[in-house]
């Protein structure tokens, strides 16, 4: 059991200016059985009231509207966790065991994951190694439109593309599990993972870093795949194009 604090920051520069922009905000980490989350606070730039509200799969949401012309949004939350570890209890959405356009299959990718014993989180930590074994860590290469099946073939990819082949194999063999998004101790941004239900709880596996999640992962959202996960959607007027800075921080407190 640990103690942290933590701070995500998020910022859209446009390209000129926007008007009535409506925008989701999926970062509040939950309260549960394996994290306790408290002193969080969040706010914009320009100004603006966060409605609280929550998606399909339980995350918390904040909800914001600016009507007037701006050039930039900055969004900055932060506040303090007690992280357990360990499976997560709850129920388990037939959902979470079909594959998603971004979790599709093969026959290559079914390979991977078969001729596997023992316990539902013993089966993905192998697969997590096979996925390894084919698939190199490497920045710049991907987007978050990447599929499982293009990281494979590319031989490379990040964290939501090591999550998302992992999901797939899970998928392919009838296993149901989720995608995860989170922050671990270090800075820079989110981290993904995958979760695996045993038949009563689920349990993250990291296949970016070849372990069993534990008392170092800050669980902010899960879904279905990383679309479900996406910590900023909008639209808005003025025919702009936008671009994005994230920065996420976890430390350890004593």
């Not at 339980?58 to 506040?79: K, V």
């Not at 023992?118 to 997590?128: D, K, N, T, V, Y």
């Not at 279905?224 to 996960?229: K, L, M, S, T």
């Not at 007027?237 to 936008?242: D, E, I, K, Y």
Request: net charge negative; proline share 3%; glycine share 10%.
């Amino acid at each position: 059991m640990r103690r942290y604090s933590f701070e995500y920051s998020l910022e859209l520069a446009f390209s000129g200016e926007a008007s009535r922009h409506t925008f989701l905000l999926r970062f509040a980490p939950p309260s549960d059985a394996a994290q306790q989350v408290w002193g969080f606070d969040a706010h914009c730039a320009p100004e603006v009231t966060l409605a609280r509200s929550r998606d399909a799969f339980g995350n918390g949401l904040l909800l914001g509207h600016i009507e007037g012309a701006h050039d930039a949004l900055s969004f900055f939350a932060r506040g303090e966790a007690l992280v357990r570890g360990g499976p997560a209890e709850g129920t388990c959405p037939a959902v979470y065991a079909l594959p998603t356009a971004l979790t599709q299959t093969n026959e290559e990718l079914r390979a991977m994951g078969e001729g596997l014993h023992g316990s539902a989180e013993e089966r993905a930590m192998r697969m997590a190694e096979r996925i390894r074994e084919r698939v190199t860590y490497r920045q710049g290469v991907t987007s978050e439109r990447t599929t499982a099946l293009e990281a494979l073939a590319l031989g490379a990819g990040v964290c939501q593309d090591m999550a998302h082949l992992l999901l797939a194999c899970l998928r392919a063999q009838g296993m149901a599990a989720r995608y995860v998004a989170g922050l671990i101790p270090g800075e820079g941004e989110t981290h993904a993972w995958a979760e695996v239900w045993d038949g009563a709880r689920f349990v993250g596996v990291d296949p970016t870093h070849l372990k069993l999640t534990d008392d170092t992962y800050l669980r902010v959202c899960a879904g279905r795949d990383g679309r479900d996960c996406a910590i900023n959607r909008g639209v808005f007027a003025g025919g702009v194009s936008q671009t994005m800075r994230v920065r996420a921080r976890m430390t350890e407190r004593a």
